[in-house]
């Protein structure tokens, strides 16, 4: 039979079904062989990262060194309060002008000033002759009432050389100097008040506290003067 015939007759061309066979004989007909080795164990899944600041990952002071070492807080609010007491004019100062004056930040220093404000050692005042000002006399305010409003005193109960018990039975060999140093600092912050730290800023004349950072400024400026003068 003729091509034609054949495709005449509804039969597929003799081309497309040759075509196809040699497809089909392409094809690979073997099956897949299997390997015996062990599959390989999945691996464990690991812990998702999680972010954290790196004021987690640095460890803090021990509680045994606080018991001697205010924060840097407790540090701005004395003597903030005592530039205040300083000035003793009775005017409401703004945040942004002490912290200039003391070397301060001063998004810090309002931090700092609002819980003097809550435990009424503070005024506050808003508006245009607004600020803070003492709101007890000097006499009054004591520096323990103070660093208790930015942090907890932590008692000597800590051994200093990392013993499990800080007591007098089983003591370190820094025991006695360590209790008796703690309790003289917990001591000297509950007697001294900020009328005492101005009347001895007053009768030490190289005292620059507590603006020490302009005092600091302005050596520089006064040595780099010198240093910049042409000798005659």
């Avoid at 073997?30 to 062990?38: A, D, I, L, V």
């Avoid at 005592?82 to 200039?100: I, K, N, S, V, Y």
């Avoid at 800023?201 to 400026?221: K, M």
Wanted: glycine share 6%; proline share 7%.
């Amino acid at each position: 039979m003729s091509v034609a015939a054949a495709h005449n007759q509804g039969g597929q061309h003799p081309c497309k079904r040759s075509a196809r066979f040699a497809l089909i004989a392409r094809i690979p007909t073997r099956r897949p062989e299997y390997s015996s080795k062990p599959c390989r164990q999945l691996e464990p899944a690991r812990e998702p990262f999680t972010w954290r600041p790196v004021s987690a990952t640095i460890p803090s002071p021990s509680r045994a060194a606080k018991a001697i070492v205010i924060s840097r807080s407790s540090e701005y609010a004395i003597r903030a309060l005592t530039f205040l007491a300083m000035e003793g004019d009775g005017r409401h100062h703004l945040a942004r002008d002490m912290a200039e004056r003391l070397g301060i930040p001063a998004p810090f220093l309002g931090k700092v000033l609002q819980p003097l404000v809550t435990s009424g050692l503070l005024h506050s005042q808003r508006g245009r002759s607004g600020g803070f000002k003492l709101a007890k006399a000097a006499k009054d305010v004591r520096l323990v009432d103070i660093v208790n409003t930015q942090e907890t005193l932590h008692p000597a109960d800590t051994c200093l050389l990392g013993q499990s018990e800080c007591r007098d039975e089983g003591a370190c060999p820094l025991h006695a100097y360590w209790t008796n140093t703690a309790r003289a600092f917990h001591a000297r912050l509950r007697e001294t008040n900020l009328q005492e730290l101005i009347e001895f800023r007053a009768t030490h004349p190289g005292c620059a506290y507590p603006d020490q950072a302009l005092d600091r400024v302005a050596r520089a400026r006064g040595a780099a003067q010198e240093s910049s003068a042409v000798p005659a």
